[in-house]
């Protein structure tokens, strides 16, 4: 089992950046594939990034080029850099892992059948 937890959410202006970072604990983290959700009030979660054991990253379309994400398998953290943020951004953003060497397995991305996840951080962007 691998336990989750995050940090790094708050209150920004619109144009500005925030980085997320979510700590693994237990299972060996390089073995991971992790993933980052975000979810709005009304709105279903969504992936929004992943990045695999080997620093290969995903991205939605609606933050390609503004959000990084990366990993340190020595820290055992991952990391979401959020750069030129939007209203639209606004949201619970959550860290998840998944058992998946080359990528978040459907099963997770599509369904949420993730084998962990972090609490959640608030994230808000103001116009």
């Known amino acids: 089992q691998v336990q989750l937890v995050e940090s790094g959410g708050g209150l920004v202006q619109a144009g500005g950046s925030l980085r997320l970072s979510c700590a693994a604990s237990g299972r060996t983290f390089s073995n991971f594939t992790m993933g980052w959700f975000r979810q709005a009030p009304g709105k279903e979660r969504d992936l929004v990034a992943a990045?695999?054991?080997?620093?290969?990253?995903y991205y939605a379309t609606s933050v390609k080029g503004r959000f990084t994400s990366t990993r340190d398998n020595v820290k055992n953290t991952v990391y979401l850099q959020m750069n030129s943020l939007k209203p639209e951004d606004t949201a619970v953003y959550y860290c998840a892992a998944d058992r998946s060497p080359v990528g978040l397995s459907a099963s997770c991305a599509n369904h949420g059948r993730c084998d962990a996840w972090g609490q959640g951080t608030q994230v808000t962007v103001s116009s």
């Open positions: 990045i695999s054991w080997n620093s290969r990253t």
